[in-house]
């Protein structure tokens, strides 16, 4: 079965400033690795997927994450955060089939001026 | 044209009725999904349909029982509800890749 762990529940940071997110799993088997964005009262839209090739995947608003396997890790990070970018991010896993996805708790982005 | 649409987008109701979510998704995709988000944001899949088959209940209660009536729509009835049933509820679909997610219901039981 699969686990996924975000390890910070709410992660405060100012404009402009650096940001890392990070997402930990637990798999037997070889997986397919995602970050969502949810903003207030919405619902989840893609950043990002690995599914194979390069291990460091660009996604949009400008974030990126890194696929290490060894690590069992899909961190993702921004350079520099805006206001905007408010929100929470939400780690998944899934199986070559997609029969399901498995979600991690969520780490609530807050971007203070 | 929104991909995948949910009705209603907010729903309250008394313990004890009986309720439904619809779903649509005009993507053409095979696979569609129902997750329920509680009041902690945490996501737990519970249905999961491969061309109008269910291929995975996550031990969701049998009150809950979705419906395909073609790979496009997957609705969501719910009897007797509960006041542990309130929740966001998402739809989603994928075509062998990430889920497209609906905007979600927000059930409220009272």
């Known amino acids: 079965a699969q686990s996924v762990t975000q390890l910070d529940s709410q992660v405060p940071v100012f404009e402009e400033a650096p940001v890392e997110l990070r997402c930990n799993y637990s798999?037997?088997?070889?997986?397919?690795l995602f970050w969502y964005v949810q903003y207030p009262n919405q619902g989840l839209q893609l950043l990002l997927k690995?599914?194979?090739?390069?291990?460091l995947v660009k996604g949009i608003n400008g974030f990126e994450a890194e696929f290490n396997k060894s690590q069992t890790s899909f961190h993702l990070r921004k350079p520099s955060v805006h206001i905007s970018d408010t929100a929470e991010y939400f780690c998944a896993v899934s199986r070559d089939n997609f029969n399901k996805f498995y979600f991690g708790s969520g780490t609530k982005l807050n971007v203070k001026p | 044209d929104t991909a995948v649409s949910q009705t209603p987008k907010y729903l309250v109701t008394q313990m004890g009725n009986d309720k439904s979510i619809k779903c649509e998704q005009n993507l053409g995709h095979d696979t569609m999904y129902w997750y329920k988000q509680d009041s902690k944001k945490f996501l737990k899949i519970m249905f999961s349909?491969?061309?109008?088959?269910?291929?995975i209940n996550e031990t969701v209660p049998n009150r809950f029982s979705p419906k395909s009536p073609d790979k496009a729509h997957l609705n969501l009835h719910i009897n007797s509800l509960e006041l542990g049933d309130s929740a966001v509820y998402f739809c989603a679909s994928s075509q062998g890749g990430p889920g497209t997610f609906g905007s979600g219901t927000r059930l409220t039981v009272v």
């Open positions: 798999s037997s088997v070889s997986v397919y």
């Open positions: 690995y599914l194979s090739g390069s291990t």
């Open positions: 349909y491969n061309n109008k088959e269910l291929i």
